[in-house]
C-alpha cells in the first residue's frame, strides 16, 4: 500500500479528488495518511478533518529563518514515512533537501500545458490570466515530478483543453479543475501500480496497463 503526504495550501480541491479516488476505489494500492499545510487557514485542512485524515500545519512564520522552516517541514514529512508526495496547490518552494531525500518521489499538479505559463510567479489565477492575456486556443493540465527548479520537473502526464472565447477566468479555472480532479487521481493510481518510469533523458516512460 502506497503511503502518500498530500501538501496543500489552500481550498484543496485536489486533495478531495484525492481522497474520493480512494474512497470509491479509483485509487488502489494507495492511502492518504498525512496532509500538511503551511497555511493555517487552508480550507484543505478542513476536508482533511473531515475524512479523518491527520493534518499538521508548518508555516514559515513559526521559525525564524527560512531553513529552520525547511528542517521542520521535512521532519514532518519524515515522520509520516511517505512512499509518494503529492503537491496539490502546495505554493511553497520545495527545499533542495526534500528533493533530494525523496527525488521522484514528489508530483506536482500545474494549470497550464508545461512550458507554457509555468515558473516562478505562475499559479492558481494568474496562470489562467497569462494564458487569456495571451490568446491561446488550448491550455490545460501537466502532473509532473518535482526538482529544484520550478514547474520542470519530468512530465507525467497532460490534458488538454481547448478555450471558448466567452470564457472569462472564473470559467477557465472551473474547467481545468474539472480536469485536474480526474487526472490527478489517474497519475496516482499510475504511480500505486508502478508504471511510472523516469528515464536517463529526464522523460518518463508509462507502462501500458495490464491486461485483465
Ligand atoms: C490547482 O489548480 C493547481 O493546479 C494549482 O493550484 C490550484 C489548487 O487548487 N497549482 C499551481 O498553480 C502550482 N503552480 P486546490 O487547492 O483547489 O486543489
Redesign the pocket.
Same mark, same amino acid.
Given at each position: 500500500m502506497l503511503r502518500v503526504v498530500v501538501m496543500?495550501? @489552500? @481550498? @484543496?480541491? %485536489?486533495?478531495?479528488?484525492i481522497l474520493d479516488a480512494v474512497d470509491n476505489g479509483k485509487i488502489t494500492n494507495a492511502e492518504v495518511v498525512a496532509v500538511i499545510s503551511n497555511n493555517e487557514g487552508?480550507?484543505?485542512i478542513e476536508r482533511a478533518k473531515n475524512h479523518g485524515v491527520p493534518a499538521f500545519v508548518v508555516t514559515p512564520k513559526a521559525y525564524e529563518t527560512r531553513d529552520a522552516f525547511n528542517e521542520a517541514l521535512l521532519e514532518t514529512i519524515k515522520a509520516c514515512k511517505p512512499d509518494l508526495i503529492v503537491?496539490?496547490?502546495?505554493?511553497v518552494k520545495i527545499p533542495a533537501a526534500m528533493i533530494e531525500a525523496y527525488r521522484n518521489k514528489i508530483i %506536482?499538479?500545474?494549470?497550464s500545458l508545461i512550458p507554457s505559463f509555468?515558473g516562478v510567479g505562475?499559479?492558481?489565477l494568474?496562470?489562467h490570466e497569462a494564458a487569456l492575456a495571451r490568446g491561446v486556443k488550448v491550455t490545460g493540465?501537466t502532473v509532473h515530478f518535482a526538482n529544484e527548479v520550478?514547474?520542470c520537473g519530468p512530465i507525467i502526464a497532460q490534458r488538454a483543453l481547448p478555450i471558448e472565447e466567452e470564457w472569462d477566468v472564473d470559467t477557465l479555472?472551473s474547467h481545468?479543475?474539472d480536469i485536474?480532479h480526474v487526472l490527478y487521481p489517474e497519475a496516482v493510481q499510475m504511480l500505486a501500480d508502478g508504471r511510472v518510469h523516469v528515464l536517463a533523458d529526464g522523460k518518463v516512460a508509462i507502462d501500458p496497463v495490464p491486461a485483465a
Open positions: 496543500v495550501s @489552500g @481550498g @484543496g480541491t %485536489n486533495l478531495q479528488a487552508a480550507y484543505a503537491l496539490a496547490g502546495f505554493l %506536482n499538479i500545474h494549470p509555468c505562475y499559479y492558481g494568474k496562470v493540465v520550478y514547474d479555472e481545468i479543475h485536474e
